[in-house]
Every structure is written in C-alpha cells, then in structure tokens.
C-alpha cells in the first residue's frame, strides 16, 4: 500500500530528487499549487506508485516567499486528468498546520479510493 516518501524541504532536494523544474520555482515558487502538482506527479513517478500525495507550504513559525505561517498546498495526483490541488490556510502554529494538512490529505486519499 505504501512504497515510500520523499522529503524535499529545500528547492535543491526538490530538484534533484524529485525532478521539480528549476523554472517552476523560480516563476511560482516553493509555495505553490504549480509546485505541489509536479512534486506529486514526479513522486508518483519516481515511486511508481498509482497515486501520490504532495505538501508545499509554510509551517511557520515566520512568513514564506509572502505566505502567512500556517499556508499549505495539497496535491493528490493520479493522473494528468485525475487530481486535486488546493490551498489552505491552517491557524499559525507549526505542529497545527502539519497536523491539520496530514488530516486532509487522508481525508482525500480516503473519498478517491472509496470511489474508485
């Protein structure tokens, strides 16, 4: 059911590891659904899993690339055709945000596998 994760925190690590495009960050930055989208796609190909779950976004304590603390980005991604990507603003506070955004990636994960 699980085959693995990639951690990329820094824009390097999501360039080298999971092959994010250096143009996507630079136009749209670390903090964004452009950024999410290709983390995902590119985990679910690096992986070769059926699906794939991205998170990009400020835990906090301090702003990001003008994004409050507390700003998410999820992406679950099954193909070019199938996935959602939104934004959330989580309460600021670090463990909160990353709690909270786990909670609705699996909120997701569970819907599309119910209904497929």
Avoid at 59 to 65: D, N, R, V
Wanted: glycine share 6%; with cysteine.
């Amino acid at each position: 059911m699980f085959k693995g994760s990639i951690i990329s925190y820094s824009n390097e690590t999501k360039t080298q590891l999971l092959g994010v495009k250096e143009a996507t960050l630079s136009s749209f930055g670390a903090v964004s659904k452009e950024t999410a989208i290709e983390m995902a796609k590119q985990a679910k190909d690096k992986l070769r899993t059926d699906l794939a779950v991205s998170f990009t976004g400020v835990a906090g304590p301090e702003p990001l690339e003008g994004h409050e603390a507390g700003t998410v980005f999820i992406c679950l991604y099954y193909d070019e055709a199938h996935y959602r990507v939104e934004r959330f603003s989580f309460v600021n506070h670090r463990e909160l945000t990353r709690t909270r955004a786990v909670k609705k990636a699996l909120e997701w994960l569970y819907y599309f596998l119910e209904s497929n």
